[in-house]
């Protein structure tokens, strides 16, 4: 890690691999995650998130060791009491408030990196209260922050993040904007706000330092998956096919090419494999991610139905079969699926189960405006009549 990058307090991989662990269908990724998992607990003596996981969980994700345990709470204490007594010794030489909270962001880092949730917060908060620059206390904020992330606490992450928004309104500077614009996008996506979260990680793409809360490829995976279910065909093309920073990507990162293949399927109308890419991304990408596991079905629905309607855009009618076999799929599967969109009006069209035809009954443009159009100069009518019997009113008046 260089001098400008942000700590990795905490380690995002560690609750990546736990949430892993704790679904059974990633039984594929379980031994890597367990290795991981075990490893940095016991190289980095992390006593507190091990009891979460292995003790204190309702669904355990590691066995329960006591005796290793207490080797880690150990080492645990004696680092906790190193780092107090510095703060205790520059209290008593009075060598002033600065020095003390940063005393105080230490054991706050500290209870953070061996996930001690609670006590992390408070002695971060002591610090931020103690710390005089904005700066520094946007810092702090957005470690605290990523506490609740790490935790998977959209709540408090919510939060968390318009109180940091609030000081970087005051005097938060680019690299700072541009941390926030990362955390603001992620939390949007955690909530299924997918067209926030699109705005913010592309526009993240190009100016990405926040290594301390995801990877670079990740972020890729992340905008690529918010930017196919939201943008336009031209903003689609422009902001993600043709995107700089994802096309050098693709040759060195696999972990893109279910999503790249999605996308591309779907501008290019290439419906054929459309459904394998999608069940791809969604076994490779969305499945896995702690972020996106749980918007995983309605991910799937909505790319189903935004390709179903791209389709039919081009036809007044289309037979059920033909519709099928461009989607490779049989017609008894496109005929149940269509009729989850239907009912409510997700798709403007009905179908014709006699002559096994799908005919489309979108609103005619033309006609809406003609609608409006009326509507409009109705309500202009009425305020000139409302005005005219005004000016007769008084005319009488005066009279």
């Known amino acids: 890690m260089s001098e400008d990058e942000t700590p990795r307090i905490p380690d ?30 016991k190289e980095e003596k992390l006593a507190p998130y091990y009891a979460l996981l292995a003790r204190d969980s309702s669904s355990p994700v590691l066995e329960w060791d006591e005796t290793f345990y207490n080797s880690l709470v150990a080492a645990n204490e004696a680092e906790i009491e190193s780092l107090k007594k510095s703060i205790q010794e520059v209290e008593e030489k009075d060598e002033g408030q600065l020095e003390t909270a940063e005393g105080y962001k230490r054991l706050g880092d500290y209870y953070a990196r061996i996930g001690d949730r609670n006590n992390a917060i408070t002695t971060l908060k002591k610090a931020y209260e103690l710390t005089p620059s904005t700066g520094a206390k946007i810092d702090i904020s957005l470690t605290i922050t990523r506490i609740g992330f790490f935790f998977g606490d959209t709540v408090f992450v919510e939060k968390q993040l318009e109180q940091t928004n609030t000081l970087i309104e005051k005097g938060g500077d680019w690299e700072r904007r541009n941390r926030y614009k990362m955390y603001k996008g992620l939390y949007s996506l955690s909530i299924r706000d997918f067209e926030t979260a699109s705005t913010l990680l592309i526009d993240s793409l190009a100016t990405f330092t926040s290594t301390e809360i995801s990877t670079y490829e990740q972020l890729a995976q992340y905008a690529s998956i918010a930017g196919a279910i939201t943008l336009n065909r ?3 093309k422009k902001r993600i096919i043709d995107s700089p920073e994802l096309l050098s990507l693709l ?31 969604n076994d490779e ?3 896995p991610s702690r972020y996106l596991s749980a918007h995983a079905n309605f991910y799937l629905r909505e790319m189903r139905r935004r390709a179903y309607a791209q389709l039919l855009e081009s036809y007044k009618a289309l037979s059920l079969k033909s519709m099928a076999e461009a989607f490779g799929v049989s017609v008894e ?6 009729c989850r969109f239907i009912p409510n009006k997700k798709l403007n ?8 035809i799908v005919e489309t009954n979108r609103p005619d443009n033309k006609n809406a405006q003609y609608q409006v159009l009326i509507k409009q100069g109705d309500a202009l009518l009425t305020k000139l009549q409302k005005y005219g019997a005004a000016v007769r009113l008084t005319g009488t008046n005066e009279r």
């Open 349 to 356: 069209c009905v179908i014709d189960r006699v002559n096994g």
């Open 12 to 41: 995002f991989k560690l609750a990546d691999s736990a949430f892993v662990l704790s679904q059974p269908g990633l039984t594929s990724r379980h031994n890597e995650a367990r290795s991981y998992l075990l490893t940095q607990i």
């Open 285 to 287: 990408i969305m499945l």
């Open 251 to 281: 040759p060195t990162t696999p972990e893109l090419a279910p999503i790249s293949s999605l996308v591309i399927s779907l501008y290019t109308s290439d419906y054929q494999p459309y459904f394998k890419y999608l069940l791809q991304t």
């Open 333 to 338: 599967f496109l005929d149940a699926d269509l």
């Open 234 to 236: 031209v903003d689609l």
